[in-house]
């Protein structure tokens, strides 16, 4: 099948056409730029963690972005909408598929309860988590306990969905490995498979502030309802607060499965905020390394540029982290910083990226961009800075070059102020 700048996607979910009960997802990626490769997987490992989540009281609900039930403690539920299996709560399911997340309050059979639902972005599945009011009050400690284990439960969904598109990408490597002309593909690969894990190594800290924050409110509430002074304002305002927390680590994992995303689109976007949004992935890394970075920009004025930001960010994180290990590998550091320099001279845009680092040797020097050599000791194949300097000649009109080898050493990576469709069509030609 042709690409035709098909982005990564995840399919609805259809029953396996083996036994036709278990169900499965296909989840469909860009393959070499002109063809789609697809991996279909069971999602049986996501069912049983949502339905091992039982306490008294509480129940978990996971929905497909059709309304179908896919997990529910009453078997009869599931394959159907909340609307076909109780008529009367039909609102609810309206509310549920009108928002991203929230909290809702409602009433069934004589009884109260608090739902609590959220969306993963990827797929538009619904988890869903209803607490009985009168439970939640008489066991408390149990609801805090499931809160936190929804918790784990969206960073394990994101994972198998970021490790799914991993599988169509290696699957479709063992294919290509032996042709020459798909030879730059692999390597591609390669490199983007190495600072893909470099990210990921982050999220676990990235989500320590939400846990942290999570455990807070848990203590809280804990402690009220031991000097009974726990009131439904108090609970009603912690669980809201919980929720926030949620969405925050959701927003976390989108922020490291969309760096990679396959865009190639010319749009206008603030250079600075581009670059910011780098340095925000590299921010919990950067800052136990104790590694601070500044930016100076010589125009003055945040910078409207025109061009792939997708592009420019992959660049500017192979060349942050060459230089984040050149810091690490030097003994004695009289500056423990990365500094960035934006300037502009006619239809170019240059950043300056400058490290006092232990520099480059004129050995290194003369074979630093060669796809399968290392600026770095032992720390890489070097084939970064050669897909960096491709990606900023053929996909940016514009040129990576080292303008200085030691203190400090300082990358220049140039790309046009306003890239056009028709040099952008050129250069991807070319290439």
């Known amino acids: 099948m042709l690409a035709n700048n098909f982005e990564p996607a995840i399919s609805q979910v259809f029953k396996s056409p083996i ?3 278990d169900n499965m997802i296909a989840a469909i990626a860009p393959f070499n730029g002109k063809s789609l490769a697809t991996l279909v997987v069971e999602i049986k490992d996501v069912e049983e963690k949502v339905s091992q989540t039982k306490f008294e009281g509480v129940f978990a609900v996971l929905i497909d972005a059709n309304r179908k039930i896919l997990v ?3 078997i009869a539920f599931r394959g159907k909408k909340l609307s076909e299996n109780i008529p009367e709560l039909k609102w609810l399911e309206d509310e549920i598929f009108s928002k991203e997340a929230g909290l809702v309050e409602y009433e069934l059979l004589g009884k109260k309860y608090l739902l609590l639902f959220d ?11 209803t607490l009985e009011k009168e439970v939640a009050f008489a066991n408390l400690n149990a609801q805090t306990k499931k809160l936190l284990y929804l918790s784990f439960g969206f960073f394990i969904l994101g994972t198998c969905l970021m490790l799914g598109i991993n599988a169509v990408h290696e699957f479709w490597r063992h294919q290509v490995e032996k042709k020459k002309d798909e030879y730059e593909f692999i390597l591609a690969h390669r490199s983007r498979m190495s600072e893909i894990g470099e990210l990921i190594s982050g999220i676990n800290h990235q989500l320590q502030q939400p846990l942290n924050a999570l455990n807070l409110l848990t203590t809280s509430m804990l402690s009220n ?15 809201r607060m919980s929720q926030q927390s949620i969405v925050l680590m959701s927003k976390t994992i989108g922020l490291f499965r969309n760096f990679y995303r396959c865009d190639e689109n010319i749009s206008q976007f603030s250079l600075q905020k581009c670059i910011e949004s780098v340095l925000q992935v590299l921010y919990i890394d950067f800052s136990r390394q104790n590694i601070g970075v500044e930016i100076h920009n010589d125009t003055h004025k945040d910078l409207q540029v025109t061009s792939v930001d997708n592009f420019i960010q992959q660049v500017l994180l192979v060349l942050l ?3 984040k290990e050149a810091l690490l590998t030097k003994a004695e550091i009289n500056h423990h910083k990365i500094q960035i320099l934006i300037s502009v001279e006619k239809d170019l845009v240059f950043l300056d990226i400058s490290d006092w680092g232990e520099g480059i040797t004129k050995e290194t020097k003369a074979k630093l961009f060669d796809n399968i050599k290392s600026s770095k000791k032992d720390l ?17 009109e514009g040129d990576l070059i080292l303008i200085q080898s030691s203190s400090p050493t300082t990358f220049r990576f140039s ?17």
């Open 72 to 74: 529910d403690p009453t």
């Open 119 to 129: 969306t993963v972005a990827s797929t538009h599945w619904k988890v869903v988590l």
């Open 415 to 431: 790309f046009k102020y306003h890239l056009l469709k028709k040099d952008y069509d050129n250069a991807s030609t070319n290439a």
């Open 225 to 239: 309802l031991k000097n009974k002074t726990l009131t439904n304002e108090t609970l009603e305002g912690n669980l």
């Open 380 to 396: 890489g194949s070097g084939i970064g800075l050669y897909f960096a300097r491709k990606i900023a000649r053929e996909k940016l």
């Open 321 to 323: 982290q060459n230089a």
């Open 19 to 21: 036994n036709k009960i």
